[in-house]
């Protein structure tokens, strides 16, 4: 029999709703809905789709291949997934890599100091094409960068906008952002893909199976659904903690966290997202999360990946006993599974097998998929984050307001 991929436990206090039978009806209609749309190309499961098809031909960025360091520029789920991507197979990339998602000063001024920044390639990412930080980054970057159609490419809509003028006026090849996939949503499509093909990565290999993934899957996906169902219609939860012991996870969970939070955070609903990094965080957060407040529903990342680390040998045998780093960390992981049992602390468990395109690309399609159809059962729409327009609205005002005085 075929090892799993991914593993699953969950733990959760008994309830009438996490065993009805309306509900995993609901669900397993919801999933339905998903395989149908994987062919249907004005929605964004069709990006999980093997027979997706770029908007370009993949030979076209053959001259960008060349580049040894690449600097990716992007905010949120523009840069999220590609990002995630890079820090998880970190190992098989042989590129130096930058991302700069953030109005990270000390970051811009350092990549401003890189030497022979003319023979880098620049990955520009925005939805709309008129991100505010995406343009102060670039406009900080000019001089040193000399954005050209050599070394530049850029994402984006195929509307008239800030990123797409500055792009033609240079003659910049332009790949289209597809309208109907927003940010957190578009690690599939041409967003995720380019930068990762760039990286050197098997792009066909991030959403193989997956197809097969939701259908194989979908009994664990629904049992799943019916217990965070639960978890989000309590009144005693109104925190996530996505808690990982599998090391270079870490920018994941910021996808993660923007795809939760974003996706769900409506009409007074949602739980807050909160990343927790370990073993680090035994030694802060640990003490709250076992015997503080019980109004946290925690997922656990790991990996059951077999490492080939060196025993730490004769030192600290006494405490050690010869385990080495990977071991350690396994061993914290299943005492907290086993204290949170024993406190009957609600839990997701989620251990991944190995560390390739493949795996990574089911973690994402299982997230979003969870997300969405948890969406539709609190009747909200996944797809927006109108709160954060009308920030991004006020923000041009102020800055306008601010340059008049």
């Given at each position: 029999?075929?090892?799993?991929?991914?593993?699953?436990?969950?733990?959760?206090?008994?309830?009438?709703?996490?065993?009805?039978?309306?509900?995993?009806?609901?669900?397993?209609?919801?999933?339905?809905?998903?395989?149908?749309?994987?062919?249907?190309?004005?929605?964004?499961?069709?990006?999980?789709?093997?027979?997706?098809?770029?908007?370009?031909?993949?030979?076209?960025?053959?001259?960008?291949?060349?580049?040894?360091?690449?600097?990716?520029?992007?905010?949120?789920?523009?840069?999220?997934?590609?990002?995630?991507?890079?820090?998880?197979?970190?190992?098989?990339?042989?590129?130096?890599?930058?991302?700069?998602?953030?109005?990270?000063?000390?970051?811009?001024?350092?990549?401003?100091?890189?030497?022979?920044?003319?023979?880098?390639?620049?990955?520009?990412?925005?939805?709309?094409?008129?991100?505010?930080?995406?343009?102060?980054?670039?406009?900080?970057?000019?001089?040193?960068?000399?954005?050209?159609?050599?070394?530049?490419?850029?994402?984006?809509?195929?509307?008239?906008?800030?990123?797409?003028?500055?792009?033609?006026?240079?003659?910049?090849?332009?790949?289209?952002?597809?309208?109907?996939?927003?940010?957190?949503?578009?690690?599939?499509?041409?967003?995720?893909?380019?930068?990762?093909?760039?990286?050197?990565?098997?792009?066909?290999?991030?959403?193989?199976?997956?197809?097969?993934?939701?259908?194989?899957?979908?009994?664990?996906?629904?049992?799943?659904?019916?217990?965070?169902?639960?978890?989000?219609?309590?009144?005693?939860?109104?925190?996530?903690?996505?808690?990982?012991?599998?090391?270079?996870?870490?920018?994941?969970?910021?996808?993660?966290?923007?795809?939760?939070?974003?996706?769900?955070?409506?009409?007074?609903?949602?739980l807050i997202p909160i990343i927790s990094i370990c073993p680090r965080d035994h030694h802060s957060l640990l003490q709250l999360y076992l015997d503080g407040p019980r109004d946290k529903f925690f997922y656990i990342f790991s990996s059951s990946e077999k490492k080939k680390n060196k025993k730490n040998g004769e030192l600290f045998k006494t405490v050690l006993n010869n385990a080495n780093n990977y071991e350690v960390l396994n061993c914290q992981k299943n005492s907290i599974i086993s204290l949170?049992?024993?406190?009957?602390?609600?839990?997701?468990?989620?251990?991944?097998?190995?560390?390739?395109?493949?795996?990574?690309?089911?973690?994402?399609?299982?997230?979003?998929?969870?997300?969405?159809?948890?969406?539709?059962?609190?009747?909200?729409?996944?797809?927006?984050?109108?709160?954060?327009?009308?920030?991004?609205?006020?923000?041009?005002?102020?800055?306008?307001?601010?340059?008049?005085?």
């Amino acid at each position: 029999m075929k090892k799993k991929s991914i593993n699953f436990e969950r733990s959760l206090p008994n309830s009438n709703l996490i065993n009805s039978v309306k509900l995993k009806k609901n669900f397993e209609k919801s999933l339905a809905e998903v395989r149908k749309n994987l062919k249907n190309k004005k929605n964004l499961f069709e990006s999980f789709s093997k027979d997706f098809k770029l908007n370009f031909k993949l030979k076209e960025l053959d001259k960008f291949k060349k580049f040894q360091r690449i600097i990716v520029i992007g905010l949120g789920g523009s840069i999220l997934g590609a990002e995630s991507i890079h820090h998880f197979l970190k190992s098989k990339i042989k590129k130096e890599v930058t991302f700069i998602d953030n109005l990270n000063t000390d970051l811009i001024e350092k990549v401003n100091n890189f030497k022979n920044l003319k023979k880098t390639l620049f990955i520009l990412i925005s939805k709309s094409g008129n991100t505010l930080e995406l343009l102060s980054i670039v406009n900080a970057l000019k001089e040193k960068a000399k954005f050209n159609k050599d070394n530049t490419l850029v994402i984006t809509s195929d509307k008239k906008n800030q990123i797409n003028t500055f792009a033609k006026k240079l003659n910049i090849k332009i790949i289209t952002h597809r309208s109907h996939i927003g940010g957190r949503y578009s690690v599939f499509s041409e967003t995720g893909l380019i930068p990762c093909y760039l990286l050197g990565l098997n792009i066909k290999n991030l959403k193989k199976n997956i197809r097969d993934y939701i259908q194989n899957e979908k009994t664990i996906l629904i049992e799943n659904l019916k217990n965070l169902s639960f978890i989000y219609s309590s009144q005693k939860i109104n925190s996530l903690v996505l808690l990982s012991y599998c090391p270079g996870l870490e920018y994941f969970l910021l996808w993660c966290q923007q795809l939760i939070a974003e996706s769900l955070g409506k009409n007074g609903k949602g739980l807050i997202p909160i990343i927790s990094i370990c073993p680090r965080d035994h030694h802060s957060l640990l003490q709250l999360y076992l015997d503080g407040p019980r109004d946290k529903f925690f997922y656990i990342f790991s990996s059951s990946e077999k490492k080939k680390n060196k025993k730490n040998g004769e030192l600290f045998k006494t405490v050690l006993n010869n385990a080495n780093n990977y071991e350690v960390l396994n061993c914290q992981k299943n005492s907290i599974i086993s204290l949170f049992k024993e406190k009957k602390i609600p839990f997701l468990s989620i251990s991944l097998n190995n560390r390739n395109e493949e795996i990574i690309g089911k973690l994402f399609s299982y997230f979003i998929l969870e997300t969405v159809c948890i969406a539709e059962r609190l009747k909200l729409n996944p797809y927006n984050q109108p709160a954060v327009e009308k920030i991004k609205i006020l923000t041009k005002n102020n800055l306008f307001k601010s340059n008049r005085k």
